[in-house]
């Protein structure tokens, strides 16, 4: 009897347990394929090719900007600080979510764009979001929308650092935003392969 009364008292907590643990996607499985990628999370080709087709900036460096920022984990958080090197001190900003976005950031996202119900821990709103500031970039800066190491300085640095070449201090930020552009290039060849398959899966535009 007391044995059955406790099952029944942990079973509310075993089921919250569940709902919270499937409140976050695990990333895809092959992170260096970009046509695996797709295959296993299937919406998400539909949500980047809308981001594509509303702001310009093409599926591939979509990709390559959100694997730097998060390897595709939905709740990615940025790096911890420390004290001497091993005390925890909090978090270096507010970066989160896919797209690793500040809260200042979203917020104007949010504010410029009207959707109001976005989430960074979303796939489909952390690709509009890349493809929102890709778009202003060029815009305000005249980088191409398809230059993704600059597209990635941009990202990285905000368009008054991109002007003021922040960058150029920065030889570590220099060597990310090339493997960027490689890690872009390579997703392109490999979508430029399963593209036409990908295409028959569903009715891209309109939405």
């Known amino acids: 009897m007391h044995r ?8 509310p907590l075993l089921l919250l347990q569940l709902l919270l643990g499937g409140c976050a ?3 895809p499985k092959h992170l260096d394929d970009g046509c695996s990628i797709f ?18 900036v093409p599926v591939h460096v979509q990709l390559a900007i959100m694997h730097q920022e998060s390897r595709f984990r939905s709740q990615a958080l940025a790096p911890d600080d420390t004290l001497l090197g091993f005390i925890p001190w909090g978090q270096v900003t507010t970066a989160y979510g896919y797209a690793q976005v500040l809260d200042s950031t ?3 996202y949010i504010r410029s764009t009207g959707n109001s119900g976005a989430d960074r821990d979303d796939f489909e709103d952390a690709s509009d979001f890349i493809g ?7 815009k305000k800066l005249g980088i191409s929308k398809w230059d993704a190491y600059n597209q990635y300085l941009a990202y990285h640095e905000g368009h008054g650092g991109w002007l003021r070449k922040t ?12 493997k960027v552009e490689r890690r872009s290039k390579m997703y392109a060849a490999q979508l430029a392969r399963c593209k036409n398959d990908l295409d028959s899966g569903w009715s891209l535009w309109p939405f």
């Open 132 to 138: 929102w500031y890709g778009n202003l970039s060029h």
């Open 106 to 108: 979203w917020d104007w």
């Open 167 to 178: 960058y150029l201090k920065k030889p570590w930020l220099i060597k990310v935003a090339r």
């Open 4 to 11: 059955r009364i406790s099952l029944l008292l942990l079973w």
């Open 25 to 27: 996607t695990s990333p």
């Open 39 to 56: 295959r296993e999370k299937d919406d998400w080709y539909k949500y980047a090719n809308h981001s594509f087709k509303k702001w310009g």
